[in-house]
């Protein structure tokens, strides 16, 4: 499986980005999906997750203003970012896993896009 993110750059607060990840060598109705970012000196923390057969879910610190969504046709997900903070600022991953998003411990990973969020 091959995961690669795009949608990542510079925006000011209370803007918007959509971050995209396109997947290849699976399909992607047979996976869940996930985002996850690293900020800076921090570790690699979860950010939202498109389950193949439940609802999405999301850390509580972007509930509310990002959005994951997956067209299944196009083997793509997204995750739609509104309200954007500057501590939003970091790369953000796309994953998947063949099993359940829930553990956390996605079986693979995208190279990653840099969002950036000014004041």
């Known amino acids: 499986v091959q995961l690669q993110a795009s949608g990542g750059g510079l925006a000011q607060a209370g803007g918007s980005l959509r971050l995209s990840c396109a997947v290849s060598?699976?399909?992607?109705?047979?996976?869940?999906m996930g985002w996850f970012r690293q900020a800076p000196g921090k570790e690699r923390e979860f950010v939202a997750a498109s389950p193949k057969r439940l609802n999405p879910f999301y850390s509580n610190s972007v509930k509310g203003r990002f959005t994951v969504s997956r067209d299944n046709a196009e083997n793509t997900v997204y995750l739609q970012m509104n309200s954007l903070k500057p501590e939003d600022t970091a790369v953000y991953y796309c994953a998947a896993d063949q099993v359940s998003m829930s553990t956390m411990t996605p079986d693979y990973w995208g190279q990653g896009t840099l969002v950036t969020v000014s004041s």
């Open positions: 060598g699976r399909t992607l109705s047979s996976l869940d």
